[in-house]
């Protein structure tokens, strides 16, 4: 018995080593810049096929590594759902989609890597479909966007795609940007990520609210 525990001990170390070292890496130089050589290295790994044997294909890595944080976001999107409830506030909803992820950020110390990995996959078309996936089996961020549609203007649906789509990569580029300043000690324009946040939500409030162009 005592035994098996180490083992799978042992186990779970190994697989949070490669975790950890594939998001930086991947988020340093992105993913297919990198082999699962380089990630065996980084995280401590003599056997070079520590990757494939533990996670399989490079797929499969980018998938663990974004449910690895998966769980800590939700729990943070449940209680911002929880104080937005009833709300017919766009500021509200924007902050329950906003805020649990410069929460999560700040929550995990620095530097961190998380933010520009995302960046990284999501510019990836092979990669992309994978994190979208993975987002759309949370129910939190289900019941955010609910809950934003319902208190949003009528907006015509292509404008509502072009728009989504917009929010979704301002607020994935502008948390890699500050990610990648305080990672290089640059300056930000915002002391925290809570002001970050805020600031996210004052242009997205915007942009949904912005008066739509008719063509002519």
Known sequence: MARRTARAEQ??????????????????????AVSNRQVSEAAGQGNNAAVGYHFGTKADLVRAVARRHAGPVEVLRERALVAAAGSTDVRDWVDCLVRPVTEHLAGLGSPT????????????????????????????????????????????????????????????????ERER????????????????????????????????????
């Open 113 to 176: 890597w998380y933010a520009r990995f995302c960046a990284q996959v999501m510019t990836d078309p092979a990669l992309h479909d994978i994190m979208v996936e993975e987002s759309l089996t949370s129910p939190a961020l289900r019941e955010a966007i609910a809950g934003l549609d319902r208190t949003l203007p009528a907006l015509p649906a292509e404008v509502r795609t072009e728009r989504g789509q917009m929010v979704r990569t301002l607020i994935l580029h502008t948390c890699a």
């Open 11 to 32: 186990v779970h170390a190994t697989r949070a080593a490669i975790l950890v070292a594939a998001e930086r890496l991947f988020a340093e130089h992105g993913v297919y």
């Open 181 to 216: 300043a305080l990672a290089e000690g640059a300056p930000t324009p915002r002391t925290t990520w809570s002001e970050v946040a805020t600031g996210l939500a004052d242009a997205i409030v915007g942009l949904w609210l912005a008066p739509v162009t008719r063509p002519r």
